[in-house]
């Protein structure tokens, strides 16, 4: 694997094999009573938090945690103008107090990848802008793979606002990566701009219709709608939003029994997702939310501590 | 030689790249073009040297006042001389902004200190560049700066009436407007890169090719309202070229220039997050860059412009969105100019000297610049080699300031020599 993981295009299709293959015998010792391995034990991992973000912090330290390393979270508010200290000697002064790991997230799209220009640590990506969140990305696949085993050839249908969402970004690359037939489903106002072009190139699929794609999916992916997108300037109002796009209860109905339903949360129930499809026996949420924790701990294994079998 | 001969004969010089011959040039102005008698006379030897009129560029950041760690008047005249100009607008947006006389005389003045080219400042077109009160558009014009041209550029006058009060109002003393065409509500501050496949790819805030075309637009039936003259600072789409086409075959009195930059670079450099490469506007696909080239051949763009706007380091050392807008652009015009144009065929010489020194000093309305290499004229004068080979190094310039998006390019001509009213300012490439 390469030193850093700023985006799915980092890792290769046996990199991902391996992460997952990691994170099975992580996910076994999530569920013993002594849940702490000797893997990172001396290796130092900063979770550098420039945008506000309860669970990726708290799933990346106890990640850090069970596997031993010293972990450390660093918050603070990105700069937003060019008067306050310089992103880089942010970084260069944390970087100089002699760590192994930087988990970043960042309100900027691009600012793990320029970190990782300037720092000697492993960057992770833990969510740069509206770029990408690859760890996000390899715990969805991780889950619906041990759901529906291989991902080879499987319909999956991501639904929201993908315009502002590194969800989607680092999803639809992971997810073509492993096999999936993958559609995209949004109003034209939070459709990405160039998305035509783009999903030409990279192989997969756009629809404004959700009712056309949902009975074929195997598998649904709803994103979060953010509060201040809802004011007018994307779409009229949330209701219309939930009447077009939402996995509403009617719309549940148009997915088999066993296609699991996925959601990065925080949801917003009643927009984005009904609480029957959020509550659904074939819903996954709190799977993604364990299966995080399984997979952040396989990627810091593997970035950090090399090959052969951790547990 | 002496930095001053009163007599000085550049010999052997390709005269706008067609005929051969020398110029004499007597006490800062030219007496003799052909065969001339160099008795007593400095001589420069021009052989193999394309000798173009003073290069005049109707847009730079200078930064002084108020960035003086990034460029003074002084460097930025330095990069300037060292880019073949004798002339350069230093744009108002500085620290406090250039919209009183007494700004505009500050700049006007550090420039006449710095001695290396012409500077003359740029007027604010409001108050503040704030795009509500007119500012003293008058006073900054009878003042010793003699302010022709006015321009908020950093920002839009994005409010139409300010807009046609502002184009109304120059008509009494020959001013223009020269508009920095970017619709706030549709390319918003944190616009950065250009809106297509790339910018929703790498989930960069859009900047629509179509929030300079709107403004274009309004702007030429504002002056066609109007019968003022309005000036388009760095086109860079080809929806932006076919509005100006359009108006031209009006009649409209619109003028525009072209950044080098906008000329060769494309968004898809920034696909690494390099700040280096974030402009206002920012870098266009590739299909805006060839349109930009045909209608700076054709004449419906008038001029190349720099935008040279350099950023103290750690300025640009921020998350892509967080850093400063703007690169560097004086000391390598001319060499991306002939690059694009003249070594694939689309311009000649005597085309460069137009769109880079005729053409900008007519807008600007400076009658001592931008004159042919004739009998008469200052001897305001730019020696280009064109069979160099320059590879561009940012700590070789002479700016302050080291955000050169050209770093490590190759170019086949260079700049080597320099001319303000025959005093020789840059000679052998180098600061004299």
Redesign the interface.
């Known amino acids: 694997m390469k030193k850093h993981l700023l985006s799915i295009d980092d890792v290769t299709a046996d990199d991902i094999a391996e992460i997952f293959a990691t994170a099975a015998e992580m996910h076994d010792v999530q569920r013993r009573d002594v849940k702490k391995l000797p893997a990172l034990r001396g290796r130092t991992v900063i979770n550098l938090f420039f945008e506000d973000s309860t669970r990726t912090r708290s799933s990346f330290e106890i990640a850090g945690k069970w596997l031993s390393a010293d972990t450390i979270n660093i918050t603070g508010k ?5 008067k306050g200290e ?4 942010t970084v260069l002064t944390i970087g100089s107090m002699g760590v192994d790991a930087l988990v970043m997230r ?6 793990a ?2 970190v990782s220009q300037w720092v000697d640590a492993s960057v992770i990506n833990a969510g ?5 969140h690859p760890s996000q990305a390899l715990l969805d696949a991780y889950t619906l793979q041990r759901r529906l085993g291989s991902l080879e050839g499987r319909h999956v249908v991501m639904v929201g606002d993908l ?1 502002h969402s ?1 969800v989607f ?1 680092s999803n639809v690359l992971c997810l073509t990566k492993l096999g999936a037939r993958v559609t995209v489903v949004a109003p034209p106002t939070l459709m ?4 035509t ?2 999903s030409r ?1 990279a192989g997969f699929e756009t629809s404004y219709d959700v009712d056309a794609v949902l009975p074929t999916a195997d598998a649904v992916m709803m994103l979060r709608v953010q509060k201040e997108r809802m004011s007018g300037g994307f779409f009229p109002s949330p209701r219309e939003y939930t009447v077009g796009y939402g996995l509403t209860r009617d719309r549940l109905a148009l997915l088999g029994p066993d296609v699991p339903i996925c959601h990065p949360g925080p949801m917003n129930r009643g927009l984005e997702i009904a609480a029957d499809a959020a509550d659904a026996a074939q819903s996954v949420i709190l799977d993604q939310v364990s299966a995080g924790v399984a997979v952040r701990m396989a990627i810091l294994y593997h970035l950090l501590a090399g090959e052969g079998s951790a547990a | 030689m002496s930095a001053t001969p009163t007599k000085l004969v550049v010999r052997g010089a390709s005269l706008l790249g067609e005929t051969t011959g020398d110029l004499l040039v007597v006490d800062g102005v030219i007496t003799e073009v052909g065969s001339v008698d160099s008795t007593g006379a400095e001589v420069v030897d021009a052989d193999g040297l394309v000798a173009l009129p003073g290069l005049v560029d109707l847009h730079t950041h200078l930064r002084e006042p108020g960035r003086e760690d990034a460029e003074t008047v002084v460097t930025g005249s330095r990069a300037a001389a060292v880019g073949g100009f004798t002339a350069v607008l230093a744009m108002a947006n500085t620290s406090p902004v250039t919209d009183t006389a007494e700004a505009a005389e500050r700049v006007h003045d550090l420039g006449v200190a710095a001695g290396l080219v012409d500077v003359h400042p740029v007027g604010a077109v409001t108050k503040g560049l704030a795009g509500e009160e007119l500012a003293e558009l008058g006073l900054m014009h009878r003042s010793r700066a003699r302010v022709r041209v006015f321009s908020d550029d950093g920002k839009c006058v994005a409010d139409p009436r300010v807009m046609r009060r502002a184009l109304e109002y120059v008509k009494a003393f020959g001013g223009v407007i020269s508009q920095h065409s970017q619709d706030p509500s549709l390319a918003g501050p944190t616009s950065c890169c250009h809106e297509g496949e790339l910018s929703g790819r790498l989930g960069l805030p859009g900047w629509p090719g179509v929030a300079e075309e709107v403004i274009v637009a309004r702007d030429v039936m504002l002056a066609r309202h109007t019968g003022s003259r309005v000036h388009v600072a760095h086109a860079s789409t080809a929806g932006t070229v076919e509005v100006l086409r359009w108006a031209k075959s009006q009649g409209i009195q619109v003028t525009a220039e072209v950044t080098p930059h906008h000329l060769l670079l494309t968004t898809d450099l920034l696909a690494g997050y390099d700040p280096t490469f974030k402009v206002n506007p920012p870098l266009r696909p590739q299909e805006d860059v060839l349109a930009l080239r045909e209608a700076l051949a054709d004449g419906t763009i008038d001029a190349v412009a720099t935008d040279h706007a350099p950023h103290a380091r750690h300025d640009k050392e921020h998350a892509f969105v967080d850093a400063a807008f703007g690169m560097l652009g004086l000391e390598t015009a001319l060499s991306v100019v002939a690059q694009v144009m003249v070594e694939s065929g689309q311009m000649s010489w005597t085309d460069v000297a137009r769109v880079m020194s005729t053409t900008p000093a007519a807008i600007a309305g400076l009658e001592r610049q931008g004159r042919g290499l004739e009998v008469g004229s200052p001897a305001n004068i730019v020696l280009v080699d064109p069979s160099a080979d320059l590879t561009v190094d940012r700590d070789a310039s002479v700016s302050l300031s080291r955000n050169n998006p050209w770093h490590g390019r190759t170019f086949g001509a260079a700049v080597r020599a320099t001319f303000l009213r025959g005093r020789a300012t840059v000679l052998d490439g180098a600061l004299v």
Not at chain 1, 86 to 89: A, E, F, P
Not at chain 1, 128 to 132: L, P
Request: hydrophobic share 20%; net charge negative.
């Open positions: 990105g700069s937003s103008t060019s310089s992103l880089r000697d960042h309100s900027a799209s691009g600012a990848l320029q740069d802008g509206t770029h990408e315009t590194r970004r990405p701009s160039g998305v072009e783009w190139a």
